[in-house]
């Protein structure tokens, strides 16, 4: 079954602890996002890649970092935890040409205390 | 930045109604699709539309896009309470280096039975 997984679902923290949350697709997509998702706001880009080793910076990248060194996997780093990261986080891959859908895991639900 | 900017932010019919839902953007387009999201949960895509395309249709639902106003409408027809859910907007257009979705706030449809 064709799908992206994020772990953890649900993750509550302090502030300035280290944390990632992992995603993973199977479909052998070039592009993966980070999305985060916040009431009025609607989903902000954090970050992107287009291919491994390859990210750039959405919309709202500070306070976060990723990593692509597989095809399948698309980890989203925070270093320091704070409150204003507080969100729901959505992991995103589609097939690399322009016209394809995108495919969302299920979210992550982080609060920072 | 959110490209695209749905209307209207909240919408409530009863079942057996249509619902309309309408979107707008700013620049450019190679298409324009549409999502759906549970409370929640990941958004899902439903369908896609070409800037070369006028109307589309995928069993209730039908699209249209209007390039020369840049704006596209969503209808559900009959709709059921199964439908309750909010409903996305995102334009495929190039940015920076790589050819990435951008997400509007959002309609919440809420159909009562």
């Known amino acids: 079954e064709a799908q992206v997984t994020q772990n953890p679902r649900y993750l509550i923290t302090v502030t300035g602890k280290k944390l990632t949350v992992t995603c993973s697709q199977n479909?052998?997509?070039?592009?993966m996002s980070w999305y985060r998702q916040d009431p009025g706001l609607g989903l902000r880009q954090i970050y992107y890649?287009?291919?491994?080793?390859?990210?750039d910076k959405g919309d709202v990248p500070e306070g976060y970092k990723v990593s692509r060194k597989e095809k399948r996997n698309f980890p989203l780093i925070l270093e320091s935890p704070s409150p204003n990261q507080t969100s729901l986080y959505f992991c995103?891959?589609?097939?690399?040409?322009?016209?394809?859908?995108?495919?969302f895991g299920p979210g992550t639900r982080l609060t920072v205390t | 930045s959110q490209q695209g900017e749905e209307d209207p932010q909240a919408l409530s019919i009863q079942e057996g109604e249509n619902a309309t839902m309408n979107c707008s953007y700013k620049t450019s387009i190679n298409n324009l699709q549409w999502y759906r999201q549970n409370s929640g949960r990941g958004l899902v895509h439903l369908i896609l539309i070409r800037s070369n395309e006028r109307e589309k249709h995928s069993g209730r639902l039908r699209v249209t896009l209007d390039t020369s106003k840049k704006s596209s409408s969503l209808l559900i027809t009959a709709s059921r309470a199964a439908d309750t859910a909010s409903y996305f907007c995102?334009?495929?257009?190039?940015?920076?280096?790589?050819?990435?979705?951008?997400f509007g706030g959002g309609t919440r449809l809420m159909v009562k039975p």
């Open positions: 995102a334009t495929d257009a190039v940015r920076r280096a790589g050819n990435m979705l951008t």
């Open positions: 479909m052998n997509h070039e592009y």
């Open positions: 890649s287009m291919n491994v080793e390859v990210t």
């Open positions: 995103a891959s589609r097939a690399g040409t322009s016209g394809t859908e995108q495919y």
